[in-house]
Structures are given as C-alpha cells and as structure tokens.
C-alpha cells in the first residue's frame, strides 16, 4: 500500500468516525420517528389525576437533525390537531423548544419509555401527554 493510500484511508476513518460522533451527540434512536397522542394527565390539584385516553390524530415526528414538528400546538397543551409547530429538542436536557409560541422561553421535558414518549409541561398541577410510537421513521 502506498503511503499516498495510507493517508487516505486514515482520513476517511478519522472523518468517518467524527461524522458518528456529532450525529449521536445530536439525536437518540429511541426517539426518532413518528409519535401519535394517546393519554393526557391533567391533575385537579389534589394529586389524584391519571393519564385518561384520547381520541387524537395529534403527532410529534423526530428528525435526526434534532428537529421535529407537530401538527398539533403543543405549547397550548392541546389534544387537537390542526396547527403546526417546529423546534428543536436536545438529547442531554432532554427537552423540546420551540419558537413558535407566545413564550419566547417554551420548552418541555420528555422520557422515552419503550414505545411510550412522555411530554411533561410546566403546569401548576400537574400535566403531560403520552405518545405512543406510530413508525421509526
């Protein structure tokens, strides 16, 4: 093997491996794909509240680029489709932000569970909407 040869490979390796680092940095497996509402926990105030199913066609899609969109407004805490909305989330804080709501600062905390995504917003009692996995892509 040439030495012109051994550079290169070297230098396909090395950029390569870089590329999969900066990739994994930005996305989770377990995350991306498309993502359908299924329950809601809004809490009365006294602790009792429970995740209660709905009837929604509300998505979130993951991109691997760590964007997503939405075609519901999640920012309104809303079971109902027909708005659209983007933003961004990040895999070591574990939120989504958006700059299309009123709130300059929106973000939410989310958990992946198996095939369960969990959306818990800033609400004085508690809240959160639970996703089920619809496709990996």
Known sequence: MSTANFLLLIAILTFSSCTQEII???TD????????????????????????PVDSDAEIRF????????NTALCKFSAQSGSSMQGTYSVSEKVLRSGDCASLTW????????????LNFFCIEPCAQKYRRVSRR
Not at 29 to 52: I, M, Y
Not at 107 to 112: K, L, T
């Open 24 to 26: 994994e940095g930005v």
């Open 29 to 52: 497996p377990n995350l991306l794909g498309t993502w359908r509402l299924e329950e809601v926990l809004a809490d009365p105030g006294d602790g009792s509240g429970t995740f209660q």
């Open 63 to 70: 991109l691997n680029d760590g964007t997503f969109t939405s």
């Open 107 to 118: 973000q939410v905390d989310y958990s992946v569970d198996g095939q369960s995504l969990i």
